[in-house]
């Protein structure tokens, strides 16, 4: 079956370093994206990783290893704009997006 | 229009109506989809097209129906609304289908059925 794991909750202080984690299981692999969801709002694309590694993008860097199944989201020098949900999907081997139910993130001063 | 735009915003339905949710994008974007979010569940694919004139199955398209007689538009019917069809249901748009193509999100439409 397809699934993707990843923790219902996570509290962090502002200006911190957070680390949101990823596991996943589906049917063929077409890279890993996250976004950011803000409560009552759409997703917002965030990164798409398809090859193993680290990308860096300004405060946001995603990394993936696909022999593990595996995915990060680190945030860095947090603010208290970034509390939101973030949200980890695969793109299975049909072209279709698998999602997480995704972390909510809370920032704290 | 600047993006990707949804209509209503929210609806309180009575079971047993119809109902169309519409979606239109000016982005000329090939691909549009549409999913439901409900709370503790992560966003399910209802129906997508990959190009104007074709449509497919997401994973939950029981209810639902939709077409795509142009590139801009994707309208999402429920035929005879349920209880548990109450969600909010978002409508994307990609460049394509393919990898790497980020989906770009409509703001979400708010349904209850009563």
């Known amino acids: 079956g397809q699934n993707i794991d990843q923790p219902t909750e996570m509290t962090a202080t502002e200006g911190a370093i957070v680390q949101i984690n990823c596991t996943y299981q589906?049917?063929?692999?077409?890279?890993l994206f996250w976004y950011q969801q803000h409560a009552g709002e759409a997703p917002t694309f965030l990164s798409y990783n398809v090859l193993d590694g680290l990308e860096e993008k300004g405060r946001f860097s995603s990394f993936l290893s696909r022999s593990k199944g595996y995915s990060y989201l680190l945030l860095k020098e947090l603010q208290m704009k970034d509390s939101a949900s973030y949200l980890c999907?695969?793109?299975?081997?049909?072209?279709?997006?698998?999602w997480g139910a995704g972390t909510k993130l809370i920032i704290k001063p | 229009i600047a993006g990707i735009t949804q209509a209503p915003t929210s609806q309180i339905l009575a079971a047993g109506r119809r109902m169309t949710l519409r979606c239109t994008q000016d982005?000329?974007?090939?691909?549009m989809y549409w999913y439901r979010q409900d709370l503790g569940l992560g966003l399910r694919l209802i129906h997508y097209?990959?190009?104007?004139?074709?449509?497919g199955k997401g994973e939950v398209p029981d209810g639902y129906s939709v077409s795509r007689a142009n590139t801009d538009d994707f309208p999402l019917t429920l035929a005879s609304a349920v209880p548990s069809q109450t969600s909010v249901y978002f409508c994307?748009?990609?460049?394509?289908?393919?990898?790497?193509?980020?989906?770009?999100f409509g703001p979400g439409t708010r349904l209850t059925v009563l």
């Open positions: 994307a748009s990609s460049f394509s289908g393919t990898p790497g193509n980020e989906q770009f």
């Open positions: 097209s990959n190009t104007a004139g074709t449509t």
């Open positions: 982005m000329r974007h090939n691909a």
């Open positions: 589906t049917s063929g692999f077409n890279g």
């Open positions: 999907a695969t793109m299975d081997s049909n072209y279709q997006l698998i």
